[in-house]
């Protein structure tokens, strides 16, 4: 195929998932592996015309398809198709081999899924589940499950869960009210410094403005939230990544905060479940429910591969959005409502506690804190957290850098995850760590 003979706006289809500039990228490529070498591409202006689209996406396809080394680009001169040995070579990008010892944050015991009794739930949602439950879908999820999960709350994390919306997780959950926020006219958001860099992305991405809010031993400086912030997104009963639980002092100054300024908090109950030193301490929303939106999910109880998780709304709030498969809420109403939840979440208690001493004891005489709950703790160093993290890495050992986590670097620290590692693991992936830590 010449260049001269290609039409390409008639070649190039943009369709399949991802942004406009990741369609057009693949589209390309489809066509360029056809050209001969030094063929020159159209110019960004007169593609984008063609196409009918910005001329942002095709610079970001082009400057895609240059680092793969389908093209080949030089300032003030056309791009041109780029073929090596007699074929077009994509650059392969190196890859990292898998580490060995994975200690990210972030994920349960997948080995201990609940295989066959999440199973047996789907099989009796296929086998007696009313035919008109396959129909449309309620966009705030279904009844049954929220109904399930309400009582689950007011059980379980002493909630006031008057309005269960079912969402993906808290991901799409605090997505969906940070746009609802947008909405109504909130331009910024506080977060945690440090706190969940994806939260912060998505509420980015909604519009808002970011404005972290440093946390100490007590939690997030109330008094520190600027002016103009009317709505905060917190981790009240495990902080992550400090792992540090709101005082009550701190949780007064806060919900007084949200009635004084006609804010919102946006409360994340991420993994609150596992507390190994007393009884998980209840929800800031079961306080003021009026004042506060909760979220929680099964991501870090079961899998993040269900994509199952929830919203508590205050009464004047709505958000949109669509809900997850019927058949998977079903099935984990029925988990839920059988016992199988909660007996799964006991075993899974009493594993993590027995894995976490372990390796507090494995680590020997380092500094660490947060090891009262959740799934990772905090390990703190004497010398640079990014230099460990490639040491750790070369010995095929993944660790994060807290400051991953920090709008502005700070103490050297790592932040290690414990829940996917095996039981057989811990003592040589300590070992290789504090090796790595010198």
Sequence with gaps: MAGSQTNWGVLLELTGPGPKHEQLARALRKVVRGLEDGVAVPPSRQLAADLGCSRWVVTQAYAQLVAEGYLAGRTGAATRVRRVGGAVTAKQPVRAAAPRYDLAPGL???RHFPRQRWADAVRGVLTTAPHTDFGLPDRAGHPRLRRVLADYLRRVRGADPGDVVICGGVTDGVSRVCHALRETGVTRLAVEDPGWTRLRRVAAGAGLTVEPVPVDDEGI??????AGARAVLVTPAHQFPTGTVL???RRAELLDWARDGDGLILEDDYDAEFRYDRRPVGTVQGTDPA???LFGSVSKTLSPALGLGWVVLPPQWTVSGHAPPVVDQLALAGFVDSGGYDRHLRAARLRYRTRRDRLVEALGPARLSGVAAGLHLVLHLDRNAAAVVRAAREKGVKVTDL???????????LVLGYGNLADNAVETAARLLREAAG
């Design 108 to 110: 349960p015991d997948l």
């Design 221 to 226: 400086q109330v008094s520190r939230i600027p």
């Design 247 to 249: 005082s009550p002092r």
């Design 291 to 293: 004042r506060v939106a």
């Design 403 to 413: 400051d991953d986590y920090r709008a502005t670097p700070g103490e050297p620290a």
